[in-house]
């Protein structure tokens, strides 16, 4: 395990990020998105450290981290990244601070819009950053909650249609994955 827990500040950052902003009501909108707006740039700067750091000479996992959850079940709170991880950590890292500066100010509900977006992308790094199937699944699953209720509040002329056809979508694959992945587990006894 390194010294300091890289990932697991990624992660929380946008996390801890999206809960301070929502705390602002809707006549605080400016606060709410310049304070979104650092935490996602601090977010990306903890990538850019992030892949400064990282070896490509190196065999295996980088940035590891590992604390047991559920032994008994091979459940673990496990975190690496290999060099495409970390390319789709960055990715996540630039998207986001970039996405929040093309939105309009004076955007209806703006802190919780801001806050949505800081929740997927903590949702995001914990996906791109997990080795345990267990903690991938709960964070592929917070990932899609902000994501529904973007295309439900903020989508298109079509938005409820849209957001039932996501939620219908990515429940059967949800439920397609777990019974993949209990089916693996199994077999194996693990779920790494």
């Known amino acids: 395990m390194d010294a300091f827990l890289w990932l697991t500040t990624l992660t929380l950052l946008p996390l801890v990020g999206g809960v301070a902003v929502v705390c602002f009501g809707a006549e605080k ?30 065999d295996g996992m980088q940035f590891g981290e590992r604390v047991p959850w559920v032994p008994s079940l091979s459940i673990e709170y ?21 996405s929040l500066l ?3 100010p004076d955007m209806p509900r703006s802190p919780l819009y801001h806050a949505l977006v800081l929740w ?23 990932s899609l909650i902000p994501a529904f209720f973007l295309v439900k509040l903020w989508g298109g002329p ?22 993949a992945f209990l089916a693996v587990f199994l077999a ?5």
């Open 188 to 192: 194996t006894r693990q779920f790494d």
């Open 29 to 58: 909108a400016r606060v709410a998105r310049t304070l979104s707006l650092v935490f996602s740039f601090g977010a990306l700067a903890v990538a850019l450290l992030l892949w400064r750091l990282f070896d490509p000479g190196a």
């Open 78 to 98: 496990r975190l690496g990244v290999d060099g495409l991880g970390l390319l789709m950590v960055l990715l996540t890292a630039v998207l986001v601070p970039v």
């Open 120 to 142: 997927l992308q903590a949702g995001l790094f914990g996906t791109f950053t997990a080795l345990n199937f267990f903690h991938w699944f709960l964070f592929w699953e917070l």
């Open 158 to 179: 079509e938005r409820n249609r849209a957001s039932l056809q996501f939620f219908v979508y990515t429940m059967v694959g949800s439920i397609a994955l777990l019974l």
């Open 102 to 104: 093309v939105t309009r």
